[in-house]
């Protein structure tokens, strides 16, 4: 039951409809990853925007891999009465501090690029915890 109201498909496809407004009537996962192909084949704003998702995507997973997925499933050592989305948030109000204070980013990380990653996790963290209410 609780697999249909997130809107994980059976082969394991995770279908974010309830904030999709722009998403066509019908649309499954698999129609939007050859739309991400054909973006990617074409010209313009369209494939700027597939280009810059793609490099988002290998991004969260290349942390995720290096990290062993602890945004997701933290060890929770010193904090152990938060949850996962609610240590996603301290991690964003941490990068939104860092940029209104100026600070130049480390490492070559930048700040923004991290908080896009850290709000994908935040959603699936918040499906995750029956909190997709928000």
Not at 9 to 35: C, I, L
């Amino acid at each position: 039951m609780r697999q249909q109201e997130l809107g994980i498909k059976d082969e394991g496809r995770w279908n974010f409809r309830p904030f999709m407004d722009g998403v066509p009537q019908g649309w499954t996962p698999m129609e939007g990853e050859e739309a991400i192909a054909q973006a990617l084949r074409g010209t313009g704003a369209q494939k700027k925007i597939a280009e810059m998702g793609v490099q988002v995507i290998a991004m969260l997973l290349g942390k995720n891999e290096r990290y062993g997925n602890a945004a997701l499933d933290p060890v929770k050592v010193f904090a152990k009465e938060l949850t996962a989305a609610d240590k996603i948030r301290i991690r964003l109000d941490d990068k939104i501090s860092r940029l209104f204070r100026g600070e130049s980013a480390t490492d070559g990380e930048r700040p923004e690029v991290d908080m896009i990653g850290y709000l994908i996790l935040l959603l699936i963290a918040e499906y995750e915890e029956g909190d997709d209410a928000r």
